[in-house]
């Protein structure tokens, strides 16, 4: 499957911005979909996945912030971002699994990404 992210920009702090990632070249409703960053210096983050059956986790750092959804329609997931803060910046890029059902794995992990998505800068001024 091949994904491409959009939706980075220059926003304030207290904004919201809503990032897509457009997946293709596979059957959308299989693939545990998730989302990572990288700000500049440091290591990836896991900002946000949601499960094939429905479930979803966030990371510490954007938990009541940050909001993950999916449309298998569009074969899009989205993350929509509010109240972004200075150190939210940071390249934002989307992974995708084939994932079974009843996966209960920690799914916060980069390692178990199969597929990659280019990413989008996301920077918050102060």
């Known amino acids: 499957v091949q994904l491409q992210a959009s939706g980075g920009g220059l926003v304030q702090g207290g904004d919201s911005l809503t990032l897509a990632c457009v997946a293709s070249g596979g059957t959308f409703s299989r693939y545990t979909m998730a989302w990572f960053r990288q700000a500049p210096g440091k290591e990836r983050e896991f900002v946000a996945m949601?499960?094939?059956?429905?479930?979803?986790l966030s990371g510490d750092s954007v938990k009541g912030r940050f909001t993950i959804s999916r449309d298998s329609a569009k074969k899009t997931v989205y993350l929509q971002m509010n109240s972004l803060k200075p150190e939210d910046t940071a390249v934002y890029c989307c992974?995708?699994?084939?994932?079974?059902?009843?996966?209960?794995?920690?799914?916060?992990?980069?390692?178990?990404?199969?597929?990659w998505g280019q990413g989008t800068l996301v920077t918050v001024s102060s």
């Open positions: 949601l499960h094939r059956n429905g479930r979803s």
């Open positions: 992974a995708a699994k084939a994932t079974i059902l009843t996966d209960s794995r920690d799914f916060s992990g980069e390692s178990i990404y199969d597929y």
